[in-house]
């Protein structure tokens, strides 16, 4: 494996520096974030391939071999955005966003129990799915007029509610194929349910105050059942590609962009049904672009070691996460070992809902809501979050306490864990890794 020859300034690498002026300059200059993004990327790769190298190589070969182990994360997250985009209109379009406040209490109750079910959604489905349709919902029940505050709560909630399921996490999902049992994980919803209400009511406060949920829509609306069938069509699809790619197939999850090819393949089948809004496409490209610039900028920042597991560390990572890719960090802590994986899961999970660009549902939302592309308007409508973060941190810490549980290590011998996971593709991985 090839040392990268690291430049730091005082003790920071370079690296790091370049991706926090990319930060910094996507917070203070939210109109052209995709330039931002892009100009970050571009720099941080003349720099790794002209001077530093990475871990698999110097120079282009070393950038090929990254891209090697990066490509279907990458390949799944464009999928999923584009394709959740559609799927998102689909369900707009079936109007059963327009009959949402005659069911929702017409205070700022509804605007709670709205956040509830995007948890709910969350917990079996992808994160971005979740908080894309809450978006959706929210857009329509609120006659187009939703508060940043609130925003901040339905990316919240969708990642709340993931926290604690190995298949409504990018996160926990690596989890549960590194060796991770599913009962492992499952107490981060003890976190995350006090985070939801800790964050939920103010934000539905704000909501309220904003634009109250709109009681007195059109009397006679027809519920495109079609188009819902397409819509729950699509969604199980994509859950039983998920679950069953991780449990039968394992090994060619690293290889094989399973759950992204999934989404499309039952789009383009249901083409003949109700064909998708393909004018959506454009805009959605450029959310995606820019999200991806990102991940990748991330997944090429020099992160070596975390400092040992503790519940602090934990805490510590949830913030990070804000501005950070959890996925790497999530695959160091795994390579690490030693963490209650709960709080893991509700650290880099929750935490990344500090910022807007803090997770892959919040980008998403983003594209339909550009006016959340401000990291100074998202704390301050957004404040809630944090709070929430660290209190529901907290409960957890004081109700359950730090309880470490070791999982199958998959650089050891290649075994079959309690959740029925083959992890034989991890132990390859962490071969080449060490």
């Known amino acids: 494996m090839h040392t ?14 370049l991706f926090a002026l990319t930060l910094l300059g996507i917070a203070l200059f939210h109109h052209y974030t995709l330039q931002v ?118 990316v919240a909630a969708s990642n709340a509610g993931g926290s604690g399921s190995v298949v409504g996490d990018t996160t926990t999902t690596m989890m549960w194929i590194d060796g991770v049992r599913p009962v492992d994980v499952l107490h981060a919803y003890v976190a995350a349910g006090v985070a939801l209400v800790v964050c939920g009511i103010p934000a539905a406060l704000q909501q309220q105050k904003y634009s109250p949920i709109y009681k007195q829509g059109k009397r006679h609306i027809t519920v495109d059942w079609t188009r819902m069938g397409v819509v729950f069509f699509i969604l199980v699809v994509a859950v039983v590609v998920n679950v069953v790619t991780n449990v039968r197939y394992a090994a060619l999850t690293d290889h094989v962009p399973f759950i992204g090819l999934a989404v499309w393949v039952a789009i383009i089948v249901c083409i003949p049904i109700r064909k998708p809004d393909w004018s959506l496409m454009p805009g959605a490209l450029r959310g995606t672009v820019f999200l991806l610039s990102l991940v990748l900028t991330a997944s090429m920042m020099p992160v070596d070691h975390l400092p ?43 935490g990344g809902s500090m910022l807007w660009f803090g997770s892959s549902a919040g980008v998403a939302l983003s594209n339909n809501f550009p006016e959340a592309r401000s990291a100074w308007l998202w704390i301050k409508h957004g404040w809630h979050v944090a709070v929430a973060y660290v209190v529901g941190f907290a409960v957890m810490a004081a109700v359950l306490g730090w309880q470490p549980t070791s999982q199958i290590k998959s650089h050891a011998t290649p075994t079959m864990p309690a959740s ?15």
């Open 4 to 17: 990268p020859n690291l430049v730091f300034i005082g003790s920071i690498p370079l690296d790091f520096i």
């Open 37 to 154: 993004a892009l100009t970050g990327l571009a720099v941080t790769l003349v720099y790794k391939i002209g001077f530093t190298g990475f871990k698999t190589g110097a120079g282009f070969a070393g950038f090929a071999g990254h891209l090697g182990h990066e490509w279907v994360m990458l390949a799944n997250l464009f999928m999923l955005l584009m394709g959740f985009s559609l799927l998102s209109k689909h369900f707009e379009d079936s109007h059963v966003p327009d009959v949402l406040p005659r069911v929702l209490p017409d205070d700022w109750k509804g605007g709670f129990v709205l956040l509830v079910m995007v948890f709910v959604l969350s917990s079996f489905l992808d994160n971005i799915a979740a908080a894309l349709i809450g978006g959706s919902m929210a857009h329509a029940v609120f006659r187009g007029k939703v508060h940043i505050g609130y925003l901040a709560a339905i």
């Open 308 to 350: 040992p597991a503790s519940a602090m560390t934990a805490l510590g990572l949830g913030f990070v996460s804000a501005v950070f890719d959890n996925i790497p960090l999530t695959e160091l802590a795994l390579k690490q070992g030693g963490y209650d994986w709960g709080f893991l899961a509700y650290a880099v999970g929750f």
């Open 420 to 434: 029925g996971v083959a992890t034989p593709q991890n132990s390859a991985k962490r071969a080449a890794d060490n």
